[in-house]
């Protein structure tokens, strides 16, 4: 069982910076992918970023590649998402999330969740 926390949400200016951190309860962190989901107003969650468990495979949302970038710090049980040149439509709700074995996109793989940090990015 692993327990997920979300921190770093906020309101930003466009062009601005956010860093997500996603820390995780149990001592098996490093056994689990972690994953980045976001869900705005109106629209279906959906995958922004994945890490393998050691941090030598990532992933990310053609919609964030260049821009976001996916880490964890397996000492430390958390995850972070860096989020540079934010844009309006990055607004959302963000969630990180865990399964065993390797990384994927899509939310039904993920079997453990954290209730999600808001992030809003004014134009």
């Known amino acids: 069982q692993v327990q997920l926390v979300e921190s770093g949400g906020g309101l930003v200016q466009a062009g601005g910076s956010l860093r997500l951190s996603c820390a995780a309860s149990?001592?098996?962190?490093?056994?689990?992918?972690m994953g980045w989901f976001r869900q705005a107003p109106g629209k279906e969650r959906e995958f922004v970023a994945a890490i393998g468990w050691s941090g030598g495979a990532t992933f990310y949302a053609d919609s964030v590649k260049g821009r976001f970038t996916i880490s964890r710090d397996n000492a430390r049980n958390t995850a972070y998402l860096q989020m540079n040149s934010l844009k309006p439509e990055d607004t959302a709700v963000y969630y990180c999330?865990?399964?065993?074995?390797?990384?994927?996109?899509?939310?039904?793989?993920?079997?453990?969740w954290g209730q999600g940090t808001q992030v809003t990015v004014s134009s």
């Open positions: 149990g001592r098996t962190f490093n056994t689990y992918a």
């Open positions: 999330a865990a399964r065993s074995g390797g990384i994927r996109t899509l939310q039904r793989e993920y079997a453990y």
